[in-house]
């Protein structure tokens, strides 16, 4: 076995050489496959036991993600997995001593005699933050211990505290606070991750993909914080087991509802109110939970509005059941439904019409987890992803008594099955393969017309279909005590209408420990993705169209490279990062100068627009570095991050072939969060964001120009009559920098324990001095006798916005 | 009932409009204004003058005059073989127009223009005029006759369509024009569907490809007649490819925005180096054909 400090293995038949006494790894000349599966067999010594098991929190039996289980004495550990599962490996040993650690929870810390394999379910203890001024010795899960990199954990309970717009809780909004993360315009819920678009991003709930995660026009994301267990996302060194996305995975996990007893929370802001309920349906076997949320402008207003009615509102609605069959078995079904809609009724003795948008997403997620021994943990799943939009006009003419009826839709469809195994043979070896299968019905676009009063009738559908499909296989290998790999390889296939697309896509990120709580790691990742979203607006907006790759638009391709440095502070709870990163991406999608997606003008013509012919592919490059400093426990939480950052594309037929900064390039983005625990009763937290301007084409001249328009007399000679044509002088694209983003955002909580429970009436105010940042701008003229004016004008979006909001929970 | 357009961008409209400002942008250093010459001209051996404008450009922002005149400026014309030299006054800020009538294009050659200024502007553009081909124009035409629903005349709908045959190994761009000549009526003529105005034959090299139809209409007896009589004047605009990337980017740029602020800007191409503007040329390649 290479053990955990001196290694010295000589397999001279395999020319392998191994020297760890002197620091020096001679050579490797066998493939990586030998030395992660032939290797952990020859190395297994005689008696072995394993102790496993799975980590809950102790008040609500929910299972813990990445809960660090660590065997003191033989300095070795893992971390609990997606299901709350844990599997160490050991030599017999007459005594060890095992901590759990995880934050925001008491350690737990057991001697055991360890002569026969163990079954060992934890409970977990909340910590009272309080009584953790004085940070002890305890030993916490470490980032300079982890082999993820440019990987960031948030907790459902960070995110609650953090001011935002209207003071609606928004994951997506405290994501784009991380470094490395843009959003696109103001109060958009767009992630630009290191440069890459918002579809480069897989935002994954329960193993679903979520395709457009906005509500009200993106201003609001669609993830309930009340109902969330885990958000992580992971901005590069992909493990394998992640694909179809280039540049971001943002993975968020339900709550399995109270195993205990019956609990509620809920509230209600200026923008929506919201409620949740969890319980135990079969004490610690079966467990629900049920949430929900619903903006209730439209009900307030409705009393009020009389012939005209405008109406708009947006719901979502989490639920998920799971069953315990036992240690070997678990299911879980859960699901997700939202639904926005835009309405504008027109009631007159004339006519009656109704004209509308609506979008929405619905998932629905089962998984079955098994447990083949006590190394090898299972999961199957089976899940349903749905996104679709629609525009409709319904019309009445009240003296014809004819309908007239019309409606443009457009969507995507998934069935996916995904199967994924977790294997740890020993503490140096954490094996992961699966492979996951999408089936994906795409709809671009459908438009339907029945008109009665002008006898014409119009059904124009189209479907597209593709299946995307991966396998993998990854180790996380710790061969040293200092060096930790996650080395994988996964393989990704797509079968457009045309053509099949495959590609071997290598992954690897290696963390080595230059001191205690000091790490240098470094990742590779090379990515395909093999669906686009082709934007409307620029805006993210719902009109945005999902479509395959197709013989004429090839997958998106990425490859990416990390290094940086992590120091954990143990004496101040506090965590260092700095990451370097270089990203380039081929067959990017952009658009072609001019093109619009804007079916909404007239989905006659959308219909007969091909969106292959709008597109061009081309390539971008990202670099930049990452700092981070965080703080996860104590009265004062939170993190400063720091980045700076180059985006160039380059497009054949943009720009006249040459490189130009995207328009989300940002050379500085700051931000600071913190959150402040002044006593049991008041929590005070504030924001402050900075970012460069965005990168946008601005004409400073024009120019008239004649245009040829050929004619002919009638002896056929041919003669020239100039057209008279405006052009704009743009110079090179985006080369203007718009005004740099700033914003302060503060909020107070103010909490009481009543007999019933707790209530909280938060307090928060949203951009506090008031900045106008420019959310686009156009250029106009004015006239002031006698003389005209080119001016440039600024369209801001939100002044200071004061909120109040109400939370219970029982 | 609400016009499409304006029905579907309420949300967002109402959405901006109930929470935005505009104010003047003041604090940014707008982009520079420099001043150059406007230079455009389509040239071909089928054309019998050369004609061409010389203007300025003019700002975007501040106080907005109307473009300076090119004043006095020197044109130098080069085809390949002959040079010519123009030295003349520009006075007016727009339309300035030079016909050369002593200067040959010919076809295979380059074509160089160089304008320069008393005020040191000078523009400079060139371009290679194709050679003239034989595309084998072919025509197909179906006539249908109608009674039209509403007055109860009888309609004719002539539908066209064209076939070429590209010419291999070259890249060819072009541009479709037909035209009718009636006898004793006023002349009808029909463009191509916009997607054909100018097009190329990529992907195509050396093939046959027939091009979209073309339909002509007419509603009166006497009309009809003079089509069933008349003669399809079909002429293929054999261009090079600043000829067909400025028109592109012409018919992107009129498309483009649908006043949407954050669709991406079409810029107009120019290949007119130190100004703006295009220089570009094309033979022609005709067919007459007898309506049936």
């Known amino acids: ?810 | 009932m609400i016009p499409f357009k304006t029905k579907y961008f309420i949300p967002v409209l109402l959405t901006l409009l109930i929470t935005s400002c505009t104010k003047d942008v003041n604090n940014l250093k707008l982009p520079d204004f420099e001043q150059k010459l406007v230079l455009s001209s389509f040239i071909s051996p089928n054309l019998p003058v050369i004609e061409l404008t010389v203007d300025c450009n003019m700002n975007n922002f501040g106080k907005l005059f109307p473009p300076e005149p090119p004043g006095k400026v020197t044109i130098l014309l080069t085809n390949g073989i002959d040079e010519v030299r123009i030295d003349t006054t520009l006075l007016k800020s727009l339309h300035n127009k030079i016909l050369v009538k002593n200067m040959p294009v010919k076809e295979g050659k380059s074509f160089k223009i160089k304008v320069i200024n008393s005020k040191g502007l000078s523009a400079e553009a060139s371009c290679a005029v194709p050679i003239k081909r034989d595309f084998h124009i072919e025509v197909d035409t179906t006539r249908l006759l109608s009674t039209d629903p509403f007055g109860g005349n009888t309609r004719s709908t002539l539908s066209i369509k064209v076939s070429i045959t590209d010419f291999p190994g070259e890249s060819n761009y072009y541009r479709l024009l037909i035209t009718t000549q009636t006898y004793g009526g006023s002349e009808l003529s029909g463009q191509p569907e916009k997607g054909d105005v100018v097009f190329s034959d990529k992907g195509k090299d050396g093939k046959k490809f027939v091009l979209r139809s073309v339909t002509f209409f007419s509603n009166y007896i006497d009309s009809i007649a003079k089509v069933d009589s008349s003669f399809l004047r079909i002429y293929l605009l054999n261009t090079d490819k600043p000829y067909y990337d400025f028109h592109q980017s012409l018919l992107t740029s009129l498309n483009s925005g649908d006043g949407n602020p954050f669709s991406e800007p079409a810029p107009l191409y120019s290949n007119v180096s130190n100004g703006v503007g295009i220089l570009a040329s094309y033979t022609v390649d005709s067919l007459i054909f007898r309506v049936k």
């Open chain 1, 1 to 810: 076995m290479i053990s955990d400090s001196h290694v010295s293995l000589n397999i001279s038949m395999k020319k392998i050489f191994l020297r760890h006494g002197n620091k020096l790894i001679k050579s490797f000349t066998l493939s990586l496959f030998i030395f992660l599966f032939i290797l952990p067999v020859f190395s297994q010594p005689k008696r072995q036991y394993t102790i496993s098991g799975f980590v809950r929190e102790a008040v609500s039996g929910e299972s813990l993600i990445g809960v660090n289980v660590y065997l003191k004495d033989h300095k070795v550990g893992t971390v609990t997995n997606t299901y709350g599962f844990y599997s160490l490996t050991m030599p017999s040993s007459d005594s060890i001593e095992l901590i759990i650690s995880y934050v925001g929870f008491s350690t737990e810390t057991f001697k055991l005699s360890f002569q026969k394999d163990l079954e060992l379910n934890i409970n977990l203890k909340p910590s009272i933050v309080l009584e953790e001024v004085t940070i002890t010795a305890i030993r916490k899960e470490k980032q300079s211990e982890s082999v993820k990199m440019s990987t960031i954990n948030l907790q459902p309970a960070q995110i609650k505290n953090v001011p935002t717009l209207f003071g609606e809780k928004d994951v997506l909004k405290v994501i784009q606070l991380l470094p490395g993360v843009q959003k696109g315009s103001e109060g958009s819920s767009g992630l630009y991750v290191r440069g890459g678009g918002p579809d480069q991003n897989l935002i994954i709930l329960d193993d679903a993909i979520v395709y457009n995660a906005n509500h009200l026009f993106g201003f609001f994301s669609l993830f309930n914080g009340d109902a969330l267990k885990s958000v992580e996302l992971t901005k590069g060194g992909f493990p394998a087991r992640y694909g179809g996305r280039l540049s971001s995975v943002l993975e968020m996990n339900m709550k399995e509802g109270n195993k205990k007893e019956w609990h509620a929370e809920g509230g209600v802001g200026l923008i929506s109110t919201r409620a949740t309920v969890e319980g135990p349906i079969i004490k610690d076997k079966c467990s629900i939970l049920l949430s929900g949320r619903r903006t209730f402008a439209d009900l307030l207003l409705s009393p009020f509005l009389k012939n005209g009615k405008t109406s708009y509102y947006f719901y979502d609605f989490n639920a998920k059941i799971n069953y315990d069959f036992g240690r070997r078995d678990k299911l879980y079904l859960s699901g997700y439904f939202g639904q926005d809609k835009y309405s504008l009724l027109t009631h007159t003795p004339e006519i009656r019409e109704d004209v509308g948008f609506n979008w929405g997403n619905a998932t629905g997620t089962l998984r079955w987890n098994h447990l083949f021994t006590n190394k090898l943990f299972s999961n199957t799943s089976l899940i349903f992803s749905k996104y679709s939009f629609g525009i409709y006009d319904k019309y009445y003419d009240v003296h014809e008594d004819k309908n007239y009826y019309a409606e443009y839709y457009s969507g995507i469809r998934d069935y996916s099955i995904k199967y994924d195994i977790d294997y740890m043979p020993n503490p140096q070896h954490l094996i992961k393969a699966g492979f996951t299968s999408i089936y994906h019905q795409f709809n671009p676009h459908a438009f339907v017309e029945v008109d009665s009063i002008n006898n014409n009738s119009v059904r124009d559908i189209t479907f597209t279909n593709g299946i995307e499909s991966g396998i993998y296989l990854e180790d996380t290998w710790h061969p040293l005590q200092a060096l930790k790999i996650n080395g994988g390889i996964r393989f990704s296939h797509f079968v457009a209408i045309k053509k099949q697309y495959h590609f071997v896509e290598p992954r690897l990120s290696v963390a080595w420990k230059l001191s205690n709580d000091f790490a240098l790691k470094g990742s590779y990742a090379s990515m395909n993705q093999y669906i686009h979203m082709i934007s409307n607006t620029g805006l993210s907006l719902q009109t945005d169209l999902w479509v395959p790759t197709t013989d004429r638009v090839k997958p998106q391709q990425s490859k990416q490279v990390a290094l940086g440095l992590v120091k954990d502070f143990t004496k101040h709870d506090l965590t260092f990062s700095i990451e370097g990163y270089y990203k380039k991406m081929s067959n990017v999608i952009g658009y072609k100068e001019g093109a619009t997606f804007l079916v909404v003008d007239n989905p006659n013509l959308a219909a007969e627009k091909n969106w292959e012919d709008n597109v061009t592919a081309g390539k971008a490059w990202s670099y930049g570095m990452e700092f981070l400093l965080q703080k996860n426990e104590g009265r004062l939480t939170g993190w400063i991050g720091y980045t700076l950052s180059w985006t160039l594309m380059q497009f054949d037929s943009v720009n006249f072939g040459k490189k130009f900064y995207e328009r989300y390039d940002r050379r500085h983005d700051i931000s600071i969060v913190a959150n402040y625990k002044l006593s049991d009763h008041i929590t005070l937290s504030g924001t402050w964001v900075y970012g460069t301007g965005n990168s946008i084409s601005l004409s400073g001249s024009r120019y008239r120009i004649a245009a040829d328009i050929p004619k002919f007399d009638n002896d056929s000679h041919i003669f020239n009559q100039l057209g008279d044509w405006m052009g704009y002088d743009f110079g090179q694209k985006n080369t203007f920098r718009m005004a740099p983003y700033h914003r302060l955002d503060l909020g107070i909580q103010f909490h009481k324990t009543k007999k019933w429970g707790e209530r909280i009436w938060e307090v928060s105010v949203y951009n506090v001095y008031n900045r106008m940042n420019p959310f686009y701008y156009y250029s106009t003229q004015t006239f002031k006798n006698p003389d005209t004016y080119g001016q440039l004008k600024q369209v801001s979006l939100f002044p200071v916005i004061p909120s109040i909001s109400y939370s219970f929970k029982f």
